[in-house]
């Protein structure tokens, strides 16, 4: 089936006569089996309400269909989809390569959580080939960590090559895969032995539910991800996990939308004089590029932009001036959204050296006409403030 057909039909109730069109939500702590053998049958996939309901199930379903995985598990948050990932692999004395522009709480994990429990951490340059990180593998080497494109800056990585460094050397490649969304982008095709997501952005597409996912690649790999996330006694609540499928039903429809907005915005904001550069996978020369053309099928609603050099009030004149662009983190709701975003902080094995401030946009699903008459507004409050 192609993802269309995939997002509208997996992880669908399947009970007869009659059923729901929707899973509906199924709240529990406690299950009770009528018989012994109920209990030994139950057991294979409901137990314990922490450990999931069919409400759970079916989610977990779906996002194996769209990721083209072996099994997925959930997490509370897309935080701790890439904690569990990496805790499921390492332990004392092992290694984990990096990417440089890593989600800041990915990298504030392996610096001051991992570190503690003698866990090394190396970053590398998101450009990197396999040769690269081929010579940056040790023996002890458990994890390559990937995200794609990169948080901030929008790198995209070359995930084919990066597998084929992790397996040589027996490590496994994790991939956070929320911009791609498991619908523009699918890791475990091209290698990886775990894709993420934080479904808080795409795949629930309203922001209203914070909700993390794993997508593993064979059953050993699905093991060690299961553990990781019992161990740590990981819960999502049977509503979030509703709301994630929920949106998952819509998932390729807001992203056509989300992609045509955000190329709209970039042809628009070329013509200013304000901008520095676009830094976005899909334009041309941009790092990556290629790669994001070889294995990518699109482009979300989420890039940057560098603007040249602006002085302070300038910059808040720029942002009070937007109504309809929010200032806010998070991303991948059906709202647009800005914010100042500093990559020079967050780096170390690579260097940012742009001038200018970094903005970064999340074109939503607002009339483009009238996004763009609020981009109008914003820059033209940064030129008056500039005079």
Known sequence: ??????????????????????????????????????????????????????????????????????????APSGLQACTAALLAFVAAGDHVLMTDTAYDPTRKFCDRFLKRFGVETTFYDPLAGEEEIAALMRPNTKVIFAESPGSLTFEVQDLPALARAAHAGAAKLIVDNTWGAGYFCKPIALGADVSLQAATKYLVGHADALVGTLTSADEQTAQKIFYALLQLGSNVSADDA???????????????????????????LRKQDAVERILHPAQKGFPGHN???????????????????????????????????????????????????????YRSATEWSEAGPVIRFHAGLEDIEDLKIDLERAFMALAAAQK
């Open 1 to 74: 089936m192609k993802d269309n057909t995939k997002l509208t039909v997996a992880g669908r109730p399947h009970q007869r006569p009659a059923h729901p069109v929707n899973t509906p939500v199924e709240r529990a702590s406690t299950y009770l089996f009528p018989t012994y053998d109920d209990y030994l049958e139950g057991a294979k996939t409901i137990t314990y309400g922490r450990l999931g309901t069919p409400t759970h199930r079916a989610l977990e379903e779906a996002v194996t269909a769209l990721e083209g995985g072996f099994e997925t598990r959930l």
């Open 242 to 268: 509703y709301l994630a499928l929920r949106g998952m039903r819509t998932l390729s429809a807001r992203l056509e939308r989300h992609q045509e907005n955000a190329n709209e915005i970039i042809k628009w």
């Open 291 to 345: 790669v994001w053309k070889r294995d990518l099928t699109g482009a979300s609603g989420l890039f940057g932009v560098v603007l040249k050099p602006t002085p302070m009030p300038a910059l808040k004149a720029f942002f009070n001036a937007f109504k309809l662009f929010g200032i806010g983190f998070s991303w991948g709701g059906y709202e647009s959204l800005v914010l100042h975003v500093k990559p020079e902080q």
